[in-house]
């Protein structure tokens, strides 16, 4: 956590030093927000702090996300909320028996041997009357899984090597949870233990975080000085998808404009550009206070997708600290995506908020097409969506619907030359790409007269398919992947979603969504296997029938095939990713993507072209050119391999007979 603090210190350091080759200047009266000490560092000295955050925070995120891997599941940790027909603990440990099994002190039957967690579950430790005594012999729980002695456990991450955790659980243990912390074992506890602070702590600090880096001029790119030009042109009745800020010349807000980007028109939605004129309308020809309203508006969204985020998982305590990890205290996202000050932001939080509302169809979908409407590509969770009601058509209908109907009157409104920036960007390869070096050498093989981006493209589809099949195959596989949260509208009592109709049930609480509890924690009446019970979570195998992905890993998925493999991607792009990925279980692949997000950090520092001293080009030329791209494809063949690896070593095992009572 001390990388992870420091991380974040240097981060607002950046700003709080002002102008450099890192921050942009801004324009305009002094005390208009946002502020610096504008003390004028070298270049030298903010490339190094940028250099030092953005690895502080890498490798703290990646030993964080380590140290966690071992917390049990809730269910694993205290049991049920409210009962599941288990053991309950007493303040002084002694097992009291269930209400729904009267005049028996925890028989030892399918739905109980273990359940609940014991050997170490719900601080017992195999003691308090579960040494001889209550039907446990010493703990039947979850030595090997789910109350099945020897038997049908993960051991160790299902056998998935090398990360943290497996895509079945976020566990990754190789049973209960034996030397645990006692009753108090929670993943406060634990995370503490292993010198964490709670997720409420992580998830305060990435708010305030967020709420300062707000007041600091943004750092890392110069793109937010086009999104106040995009606004500008809006403000003066200038059509931002048809001119660049060339086209403005002598407007204070329109010259603030780095190179290369003067002669480019705006390649965001509707949504995206209201939010510009709005702040331009309020800054008027002053850049730094327009910059400010977009820094609000910034800040706002991904503390609101902190909080949802937050809210959702906050029943499970180890899904909810791996959760502010990945996003409110990801010291990687608040560099790019809080201190960069970057649209992606906005979408995301549309995003996340629409699938945690899915049980209110038209919410759902108004949200899913805002996101659209501020940028494209986040798009692709709403493919999760649409695969998790493919049966319900009526709901399906009515969500995409609501989708459509705001994509094209936003459309509308901005006019159809909107579209063909947005096409024209979808054909360029960015230099860290390892397409980039593809291209290299088709050049080299065939020839120099074509940038072959119609093979390109096609290519990249190819390498989507199979990251996202790899993906697939093993989400398919493993019986615990999936998301820890309700839907809003059934957690509050309304409709559930598709997946509840399915019998989902929730990861930290075993209750099912319609409010009952389940002792066996899944399906549509019948026993969950041996591999589900006891971790919670709707599990890929809902009602014991062939395996349902729900929404969050479809979209996880997808999202992360797609950074992976897309010719154009940039360092800020991975945030959907991680949002989508905070929603689901924990696996190696957040190891991967955080990987993924420090070395294309590394290649944009920093995505600037001003500013830059002749004796760092080689950061540009060498780093971001020619030994990034390496590095990606490098990590892509290994995400692939270790998906297809850790499918193939997935065993689903039949579930046991339930002994006699």
Sequence with gaps: MAAIGGSILLTTGLGLLGPSAVVPALGGPAWHPPYSLALQPSAHLVVALAVAALLLGGLGLLGALLAIRD????????????????ASADPGGAATPSAGH??????????????????????????????????????????????????????????????????ASGSGSTGGTPGGP???GTA????????????????LVGCV????????????????????????MVVLGVDPYTHGAVDLSGDPVADAVEAPWREEPSVYGPVATAVQALASWVGGDSVRLTIFVLALFNAGAFIVTGLLIDRFTRDDPARRLRAALLWTANPLLLYQLVAGMHVDTLAIACMVAALLARGRPV???????????????????????????????GRLALMAGAAVAVVVVGYAV????????????????????????????LQEIVGVGSAYRGEIQIGSLLVLALVAWSLFRLASRAPGMGSPVPSIGAARGGSPSAGAGRGWAQSSAG?????????????????????????????????????????????????CAYVFATPYVLPWYDGLAFAMLALVTASALDGFLVVHLLVLSLAYLPARVVGQPQDLEWLRTVVRAQVVPWLLLALTVGLVWWAWRAAGRVRRRPEPAAPPR
């Excluded at 030359?417 to 290299?440: I, N, Y």
């Design 102 to 167: 009267p005049g028996s002190a925890v028989t030892p039957d399918a739905g109980h041997q273990g359940d609940a967690g014991h050997q170490g579950g719900a601080g017992h430790q195999g003691d308090a009357g579960h040494q001889g005594g209550a039907g446990h012999q010493g703990g039947a729980g979850h030595q090997g899984g789910a109350g099945h002695p020897g038997g049908t456990g993960h051991q160790g991450s299902v056998g998935l090597p090398g990360g943290v955790g497996d895509l």
């Design 209 to 232: 975080a967020a709420g300062v880096l707000a007041f600091l001029p943004p750092s890392g790119s110069g793109d937010h000085l086009n999104y106040a030009a995009y606004g500008r």
């Design 188 to 203: 406060g506890v634990w995370g503490r233990w292993r010198g964490l602070p709670s997720a409420r702590v992580l998830v």
């Design 511 to 559: 209750v099912e969504r319609g409010g009952a509890p389940s002792s066996a924690g899944a399906g549509r009446g019948g026993s969950p296997s041996s591999a589900d019970a006891g971790r919670g979570g709707p599990t890929l195998s809902a009602g014991g029938g062939r395996g349902e992905l729900p929404a969050e890993v479809v979209a996880a998925v997808l999202v």
């Design 182 to 184: 006692g009753t108090r």
């Design 363 to 393: 919410g759902s979908g108004l949200l899913l097409g805002a996101g659209v409407a501020i940028k494209l590509n986040a798009g692709l969770v709403a493919l999760g969506l649409a695969w998790e009601l493919r049966r319900r058509p």
């Design 71 to 86: 917390i049990p599941p809730a269910s694993r940790i205290s049991g049920p909320r409210g009962g599941s027909g288990g």
């Design 414 to 441: 901005v006019g159809a030359d909107a579209v063909a920036p947005v096409t024209r960007t979808s054909k360029a390869v960015s230099h860290a790409s390892f397409w980039k070096l593809v291209q290299g050498w």
